[in-house]
Every structure is written in C-alpha cells, then in structure tokens.
C-alpha cells in the first residue's frame, strides 16, 4: 500500500506521479516515467506531447534533436516577399516612446549612432514601417496630476509623438480608448469626468471630446489617415455593455470624427477571434447605424488561435458588409529573458499558451510574414498589420551589474509613466493596482534591451523586396520514448523537420536496428538510436530517446485513465471541501496531461493509497511531486506498507515545477 499524508497550515498547490516496480527475488532500478521537455526556444520550437508510461504503454516526449548534416540557425533573416500595395499600412504602436525618451532610454540606429526624435522616426521610415499608431486617454492622471503610467497618453502627448512621425513621413492611427486608462476586454471603464452620466449625456461628451481631439490634431498638422473608436471592444466600451449602448456612443464618435476631418477612415476593434464571432459584431453595429469603414482585430498567437480562424472570421465581415479589414495589434517574444526586473507577459514557464514560432528575430519576422500574407488573402479587403510596442523596452536593464535595479527603475516608471502602471492607477482601475510595474513587452520589442535595433524591425522592408538569407532545415523533432524493458520497441515511423521560416513537415525516418537490440540486451536506462530522415531527396542523421524502464506495477499510475478505482483518496480537510483530485492540467503535469492535484486555501489532511499484491521479492517504490506555498510545518511523506512492516520517506516541496523524486528502496 502506498499513502500519502499532507498536512499544512497555507494555501499550496501540489501534483504527484506514482511509480512502483521490481522483480521477485532482486532490487528493481526505477526511471521517471518521462522528461519533462520544456518548450524549445529559437530552431528547437516545437509542438510537445507527453504521455506516462502505464502498465508498459508507450509514452512519448517531444523533444528537438539537432544531428551532424542539419545546418545551424541561419544568418541574417529569411523572408518570403509579398505582393504588399503601396498603401498598404505596415505599422507600429509607440505609444510608449515619449515616456520612455523621458526616462533616459536611448535608442539606435544599425550603425549604433544615437537617435534624436526625428531620427528615431525616420528609422522607422527607413526599415518598411508608414504609419504608426497613437493611443489616447481622456485623462491618465490622480487628482494630484501625477500620471497612471502605461506612457501617460493623453492627447497632448499623442500630438507631439504624432507631429514626429508626420515629420518623418509617416501616416498616423489615433488609439482612442475612451478611458482614462487601459481599455481591453477586461475592463472598459468610461473616464472619471463622464462616470454617472446617462448614455445620451456620455454619448454628447465622447462626440464633443473626439471633435476637440481631431481639431487639435488637424491644427498641429498630424497627418491621420485612421481613428480608432474603442479599443477592443470585444465586451463593452466606455463603461457600458449593452450593445445598444455601446454602438450609441460608436455613432458618436463616427460622426465627430467626420465632422472634423471627412477624409479619415474610422476603425472599429475587436479581439479574441479564437472565441468570438466578428459577423455577430459587424451585424450589431450594421443594426444600429454606425459608419465605419475598416474592421480591425488583434491577434497575438500565444492565445487566439490558428490564423486559418482568423482568416474565417474577417471573411464574415467582408461577405457581409464589404468592410475593409486589418490587424491592428500583434507581437512576439525574441528572447524569454526579462529585461526590466519587472516580469513579463510571456516568459520562462508561461503556461497555456501557443508557441508556434520560435523565440527570435527569425520567430518575429515569421509571424509577421504569416499574419501580413493571412490579411493579404481578405480579397483585396485587408488593409494593414501594426505591431504592437515595438519599442517599450527596459528604463534600465536589471542584468546584475548594478547599473540598474528594480528599485531604480520602478522610480522612473512613476515619474515618468514609462511602466505598464503605477500605484497611483489603482484608484481608477483595480486591475493596475495590482500588476502595478514596468514593461510587460521588453522581450517583444523590435529593439534589444538597450535600444539598438533588432533585424526584425526590418520585417516590413523585407516582406516587400524579398531577402537574401538562405532557406534551410533549422531543426529536426524526434521524439523521446519510452517503453517497459519486457515491450516490443516500436520507434516513430516519421520525425518532424522544421525550416527557417517555422514550416514544418514529416519525414519518413529509418532507425539503427543493432542499436535497439544492444539497448533491449543490456536492460534498464537511456539510449540514443540514430537514425536518417529523407528530406527532398537528401538523407539527414538524427536520433531519438529511448527509455527502457522498469514496468510500472501499479494501475493508472499518472492518473491518465479516466478511472480512478483503483486509488483510494481519504480526504479529512475540515472545512469539508475535496482538497484532492484527478486534473487535467498541462501548468501541473511532469508528463501526459493529469494530475493528482491538491489544494487549499485552508488547512488540510488526505491520503491516496493503492493496494498491490506481489510475489515475494524486493521492490521500489517512488513518486514525482511539486508544488508550493506549503508553510514550514507542512508534513509530506511517501509511504509503503507490507504485511510485516512499514516504511516512509520525506519530501519537502520548493516551488511550482520544481519536481521532488521521493524513493523508498529495498521493500
């Protein structure tokens, strides 16, 4: 019998595996069920896939190989041209800019010479970029006047980074959020001056407010060519969530956009096309008479979907209602490294998210190829891509050095706004107060840490004349299997190559067979078999994993199968509430896709136990657990229970996946 018993005094998380094996009459060598792989960074991306070992089933890890014959990651950057019409907008967001030149950030040209405002800009020009975009809150500060953060941007500020890139050239889109901060569909406040105010009197103040606005800009001389009404506005706007409502303060801010500036073109925003249905919201505002003349979405990878689905759901606006369309917001990781000291919005560890392009510049640049060729498809309705904050980048760069610190830099975030918030913000939104901090987006900049620029500022420039890096195989995806030591070994018939453009097909692969039978001979442990893999004609070494384990004695032992009757779980949390189950959960799994999970915010005791007959013999016993936030007088303890004795082995927990392999040998 194996038990477990948890006791604690703090909320925790933890997962566990089990593993049980051995052979009458001799000690038993235990492995893991599988590695854990992590997400490959740069050529090595790839899809994973995990399954535990069960009864002598096979389990697989994804994992990339690189063998002699595969180039290495190219030099320069690959990008297929594209047919892009000459007014088509290739974009950036820098909203963010002024408070960062404020905060001392310095930025760089390709040969490092400084950068002033207008060379800045000019920059942009210079590398494919025409248009940028500007958001704008009503009013971004405390009573006190000190500002929110997130780069403070009222309007007068969106003039003077508007007038700079007029200057340079370049055609402006106006962001307005109408919030006195962030706008997503997390939150849509309306702004502290129109809070009370009746949906006819709002829709008066967002008329006269976006009039005003388009004035000042016209007067300063901005070249906009777009504005905004809302920014995605995928649940509400403005603080409203009726759709009636909502497409009453639309129209209003339509016309006194028209009203101002006739020429301009109005974009709406929605986001979260993996969920949402963009017909249903272009036939809202259809119903209800809003003009408008371009449908813009988001898109960022990591968790909207295939751009496939993309591609559907802007068709149903074009079909529909002949809109023109857009992307209007997207970015990727070049690096997972944190650049400020203030954490990221994708990082090291970031769970449940899709990572279908590999961390760099290449990554970059392939995303935006695929996102520009997906709105390039919308039959001649598509009609730009802008990334978002390509230069929001560290104040200063946390790297040890000293030169800069978290404390150094939350300072300048505060006095300038250079940061995602300050703590003042959570007086009017209850969201910053408490994810108050820097830049989200450092390792999604198109300029390193230090502002020079990266190849992949470039990425319009390049998909309008073609580039001469060369195309090659960046990487190969074998996988790691594994198998109990009595199985047939059966190696995948096919290996997954990946290019330099994140393609990736299947190859046939043919396995070394002496090597398996040298592994099947010499017993328990880890083997590498080589192998060739055809690629158009030309064959390229690879290998794969193979884990020769012990079997596994115990049922369902990573709790894949559906059935748990074989476990039993005795749960004593006093507050009545089961502290422990069978999960699906992909952030707490070491393999496959369950978990044993237990959790509480209050103090709990359980145990899990299964009960094994075995012939007479030496046995082992181990599990794979982790978690965290345990408290110091947590009692954790692997238990193994014969019909003459009873044994233990203490694990103490450090931290979500940090994995404890507590053994309990010589049963």
């Known amino acids: 019998m194996i038990k477990r018993l948890f006791k604690k005094t703090a909320a925790c998380f933890i997962t566990a595996v089990f593993i049980l094996a051995g052979t009458p009459g001799n000690a038993a060598k235990v492995q893991a069920d599988t590695e854990v792989i992590e997400k490959p960074t740069e050529a090595e991306a790839a899809d994973e896939k995990e399954e535990n070992t069960a009864d002598g089933e096979a389990a697989e890890d994804a994992v990339l190989l690189t063998a002699d014959g595969v180039e290495d990651a190219v030099e320069g950057i690959y990008a297929e041209k594209l047919d892009i019409p000459e007014d088509f907008y290739t974009g950036v967001d820098i909203s963010s800019y002024l408070s960062e030149v404020e905060s001392g950030v310095k930025y760089y040209d390709y040969d490092g010479n400084e950068l002033d405002d207008a060379g800045f800009f000019k920059l942009l020009k210079d590398s494919g970029i025409n248009s940028v975009r500007i958001r704008v809150w009503n009013d971004p500060y405390d009573a006190s006047g000190h500002g929110y953060g997130g780069g403070n941007c009222d309007i007068d500020r969106a003039i003077i980074m508007g007038k700079a890139a007029t200057d340079a050239g370049l055609k402006v ?65 403005c603080g409203e969530k009726s759709w009636t409502d909502i497409c009453t303060l639309m129209k209003a801010g339509s016309e006194a956009v028209h009203e101002v500036s006739p020429e301009v073109e109005r974009v709406v925003h929605f986001t979260d096309a993996h969920t949402s249905n963009y017909y249903g919201f272009a036939r809202y505002l259809d119903n209800n008479g809003v003009e408008y003349e371009i449908f813009a979405s988001s898109y960022y990878p990591y968790w909207h979907g295939t751009l496939e689905n993309l591609r559907t759901q802007l068709g149903y606006v074009i079909d529909n209602f002949d809109k023109k369309v857009m992307v209007v917001e997207t970015s990727y990781v070049y690096t997972l490294d944190d650049g400020d000291g203030s954490g990221n919005t994708i990082g090291e560890g970031t769970s449940g998210i899709d990572m279908d392009y590999q961390v760099s510049e290449q990554g970059q640049v392939n995303l935006i190829h695929d996102i520009t060729e997906t709105v390039l498809s919308c039959d001649g309705k598509g009609v730009g891509v802008f990334w978002w904050e390509p230069a929001w980048i560290p104040v200063g760069v946390v790297d040890g050095s000293g030169s800069a610190s978290y404390d150094s830099n939350s300072k300048l975030w505060e006095q300038y706004g250079s940061g995602w918030a300050n703590a003042e913000s959570g007086d009017y939104d209850s969201d910053a107060a408490e994810w108050y901090g820097g830049s989200a987006v450092d390792n999604q900049a198109l300029f390193d840490f230090y502002g020079h620029p990266l190849q992949s500022l470039k990425v319009f420039d ?7 890096a060369p195309y090659k195989i960046t990487g190969i995806n074998s996988e790691t299997v594994t ?7 059966v190696l995948p018939e096919t290996v997954q190559v990946i290019f330099t453009d994140d393609k990736k097909i299947d190859a046939t692969v043919t396995w070394d067979e002496a090597e398996i039978k040298k592994a099947q001979e010499t017993g328990s442990g880890i083997y590498t078999i080589n192998g060739k893999a055809e690629v158009d004609g030309q064959l390229v070494d690879v290998s794969c994993e193979l884990r020769l384990n012990e079997d596994n004695l115990l049922k369902n032992p990573g709790f894949e199968e559906d059935s748990m009757s074989c476990w039993t779980i005795v749960d004593d949390n006093n507050g009545g509430m089961p502290c422990a189950s069978r999960k699906d959960d992909s952030s707490n799994v070491r393999t496959g896709s369950f978990c044993l999970h237990f959790w509480s915010k209050d103090e709990i005791s359980y145990k899990v136990s299964q009960t094994v007959y075995l012939k007479k013999g030496t ?49």
């Open 462 to 468: 390049l998909l309008r004349n073609g580039s001469e």
């Open 173 to 237: 889109l106006i962001d307005f959020h109408y919030s006195d901060f962030w706008a997503d569909p997390g939150k849509q406040k309306a702004p502290k001056a129109w809070e009370g105010m009746s949906v006819e009197d709002k829709a008066k103040a967002l008329h006269d407010y976006t009039a005003d606005c388009m004035k000042r800009l016209k007067d300063a001389g901005v070249n906009v060519t777009m504005v905004q009404l809302g920014n995605e506005t995928t649940t509400g706007m």
């Open 619 to 667: 046995y082992k016993v181990g599990a794979w657990v982790e978690g965290g936030d345990t408290g110091k007088d947590a009692d954790i303890k692997l238990f193994a229970k014969t019909a003459s004795d009873d044994y233990d082995a203490a694990v103490e927990l450090t931290g979500w996946q940090q994995y404890k392999n507590p053994e309990i040998n010589d049963i």
């Open 483 to 489: 198998f109990g030591i009595n199985d047939e070994i």
